[in-house]
């Protein structure tokens, strides 16, 4: 939003359509909260182009970003096991997102299924060896390519992690 900051940027010379939205919000003198209808669109533009970075590199690993992240998750967890509900929940996908996504990954070996030991009702998710050599080689291509962050300085993604997650709590986010 530099054009904003200098501005000196007309609308036909306008690259940024946040910049360009705020001109035309501030012209036709709208109503409602303009800075929050900025941020969400620069956020939601932001995660567009992460989203679209990271999906370009996990094909090289025949990996979607959904199915990555199931595989993370179970890294993730103290045993390498999570209830298919959970992991659901976790990803903020529905329960039918999260079956398909393990259902590829089972094909091709990367998790198992078992049922839950007192609970006849529900199944539990494991990853295997093989999904932990995927998952790892994976993230270190991600890692290579800022996941998806691009230039971004160090310190810049450290206020995001920490700006997001205030944000993420003052919208309900129950994860903090």
């Not at 709208?30 to 990271?54: H, I, K, N, P, T």
């Not at 529905?94 to 049922?115: E, F, N, V």
Request: one cysteine or more.
């Amino acid at each position: 939003m530099a054009a904003r900051k200098a501005g000196t940027a007309t609308p036909d010379t306008m690259t940024d359509p946040v910049d360009w939205a705020h001109h035309y919000w501030q012209e036709q003198g709208l109503q409602g909260d303009e800075q929050r209808f900025l941020a969400m669109s620069s956020l939601l533009r932001y995660q567009r182009l992460v989203v679209d970075a990271v999906e370009e590199a996990l094909r090289a690993h025949r990996l979607n970003l959904t199915d990555y992240l199931v595989l993370m998750t179970l890294q993730l967890s103290e045993n390498g096991t999570r209830l298919i509900s959970n992991l659901a929940r976790s990803l903020m996908v529905h329960a039918t997102t999260a079956t398909l996504a393990t259902d590829r990954l089972q094909k091709r070996r990367l998790i198992s299924r078992t049922p839950h030991p007192t609970d006849r009702r529900a199944t539990c998710i494991t990853i295997t060896a093989t999904g932990r050599k995927l998952v790892a080689k994976a993230t270190m291509t991600l890692s290579e390519m800022g996941f998806g962050m691009g230039e971004a300085k160090p310190k810049d993604v450290e206020n995001l992690v920490n700006l997001l997650a205030d944000l993420r709590t003052a919208a309900g986010d129950t994860g903090r």
